[in-house]
């Protein structure tokens, strides 16, 4: 029997990158998954490849941003799949999704929002919307993905830096909130991960160049959490060391 048979895994911005490698990880395991993105092509391909591994899916496409939409997509995957088991609120990114990355003194309201709505709302909403089944089932595990941006800054992105490090005090509180229910809450913090086929080409301390990470390095860090019991409110740096100091060889 396969790790997350019978089990269900909702990975929102599973459309391409660390989002896909997660869902396609859960998918090898067994598990059911609800692919959420807001890009319908991105959602639909990774939901067929995840077919291809004999489980079911759904694709939940909508932003996470938009709570009643998000709401009826839970109530529709939890009538499919009967419960949600695992949350991976993995969607989210700086302003350059929106390519308005500026030192934050000349940062707009409206970009200053839809950084921190698109990273920490977004995962609330999401969080709230697939805790009463969690709660009901005694059972959950909920991932989120923050960003080393979190733990020592970056450059321009003053707004994604403070989002990510919220998403750590939503881990911290929410695990003990929801504990009594065997729910555990955590948090991953990627560094430099290589996105779209290319090489980002950072700093690291692994590999004789310090090469940066793949999605599937994270993805291992995921699933590595939902298959524990016993560990909850605690974050997971995954950067290849990059956040060791300032040492370098
Ligand atoms: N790649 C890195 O180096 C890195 C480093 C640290 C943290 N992270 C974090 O990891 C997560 C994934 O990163 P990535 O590099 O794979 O990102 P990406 O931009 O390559 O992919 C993000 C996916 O999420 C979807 N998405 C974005 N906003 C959404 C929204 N509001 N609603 C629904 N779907 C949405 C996109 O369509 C896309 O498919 C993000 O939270 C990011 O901040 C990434």
Redesign the pocket.
């Known amino acids: 029997m396969k790790k997350f048979e019978g089990r269900t895994a909702m990975v929102?911005?599973?459309?391409?990158?660390?989002?896909r490698e997660i869902a396609l990880a859960f998918a090898r395991e067994g598990a059911n998954i609800v692919v959420?993105?807001?890009?319908e092509k991105?959602a639909e391909q990774t939901v067929g490849e995840i077919l291809e591994y004999g489980v079911s899916a759904m694709a939940a496409v909508?932003?996470?941003?938009d709570r009643n939409k998000i709401f009826e997509y839970v109530a529709e995957a939890i009538n499919k799949f009967g419960k949600i088991d695992y949350l991976v609120n993995?969607?989210?990114?700086?302003a350059a999704?929106l390519k308005k990355l500026t030192r934050f003194v000349d940062a707009e309201a409206e970009t200053i929002d839809f950084v921190i709505d698109?990273?920490l709302k977004?995962s609330i909403y999401c969080t709230q919307a697939v805790l009463p089944s969690m709660i009901q089932a005694e059972y959950g595990k909920i991932i989120n993905?923050?960003?080393?941006?979190a733990v020592c800054g970056l450059y321009n992105r003053v707004d994604y830096a403070a989002a990510?490090s919220a998403m750590y005090g939503l881990t911290k509180a929410l695990a003990m909130e929801v504990g009594e229910f065997n729910i555990c809450v955590n948090c991953v913090?990627?560094?430099?991960?290589n996105?779209?086929g290319g090489n980002?080409d950072h700093m690291t301390f692994l590999g004789k160049n310090g090469h940066s990470g793949e999605?599937k390095d994270?993805a291992d860090m995921v699933l590595f959490l939902a298959s524990q019991d016993y560990i909850t409110g605690q974050n997971f740096i995954v950067d290849g060391g990059r956040t060791l100091g300032p040492g370098w060889r």
């Open positions: 929102t911005g599973a459309g391409k990158n660390i989002g959420c993105d807001y890009n991105n909508c932003d996470v941003r993995n969607a989210g990114g700086s999704l698109t990273n977004g993905m923050s960003s080393i941006a990510k913090s990627p560094g430099a991960i996105r779209d980002l999605p994270i």
